[in-house]
């Protein structure tokens, strides 16, 4: 079992940055295919970012391609989503989760572990 924390959110303008963390307070993020996804108002959870177990590879949404980057500090047991170029298309309540699915898996039902998201508001 693992649980986690999202924090990082916030209010930023168009073009703007910011930094995600995902902490466990229970568990080991390393044994853990970590993923990130976004849910704006009235709108499904839609896939962002996923580091697959075991492994460094990560995948990303087309919509994040070379904007979003995930990384993983197994030294603090934390995951991170840095957010540049930021649109108010990014809008939306941030989650992270974890599965044990090896693969990097995009779709929300594959991950069994939630944190309780962070708002991100982008102001145009």
């Known amino acids: 079992q693992v649980r986690l924390v999202e924090s990082g959110g916030g209010l930023v303008q168009t073009g703007g940055s910011l930094r995600l963390s995902c902490a466990a307070s229970?568990?080991?993020?390393?044994?853990?295919?970590l993923g990130w996804f976004r849910q704006a108002p009235g709108r499904g959870r839609e896939f962002v970012a996923t580091?697959?177990?075991?492994?460094?590879?990560?995948d990303y949404a087309d919509s994040v391609k070379g904007r979003f980057t995930c990384s993983r500090d197994n030294a603090k047991n934390t995951v991170y989503l840095d957010m540049t170029n930021l649109t108010p298309e990014d809008t939306a309540v941030y989650y992270c989760?974890?599965?044990?699915?090896?693969?990097?898996?995009?779709?929300?039902?594959?991950?069994?572990?939630w944190g309780q998201g962070t708002q991100v508001t982008v102001s145009s």
């Open positions: 580091m697959w177990r075991l492994t460094e590879s990560r």
């Open positions: 989760g974890a599965t044990t699915i090896y693969g990097g898996p995009s779709s929300p039902g594959s991950y069994r572990y």
């Open positions: 229970e568990g080991t993020v390393s044994n853990y295919g």
